[in-house]
């Protein structure tokens, strides 16, 4: 193998290896921005749509949001959606 390109590899080498290494030392919260796709105020838009009149308790895991809260008649309803799409899961 020539010089140049022993170099040119070692070289390319070790960008990659600062990529990877920037991306490990990224906070959490930046990773979770990268996942989510649709907002909190976008996730109870959808949920509206699909019957939810009152949200008591949100939450965001795994992907997901779980909205859970009451229906036009008062009944309790739980609804997932897909973080990334908006597409209902329960």
Known sequence: MSRMKLLAAAFTAALMASGAL?????????????IRKISEAQARAIAFDHGL?????ISFLDGRWELAGRDVS?????IDLN???????R
């Open 74 to 78: 008062g009944d309790e309803l739980v």
């Open 53 to 57: 009149v009152h949200v008591e308790e």
């Open 22 to 34: 920037a991306a490990a030392n990224e906070p959490p919260e930046t990773k979770l921005i990268a």
């Open 83 to 89: 973080a990334k799409d908006g597409s209902r899961l």
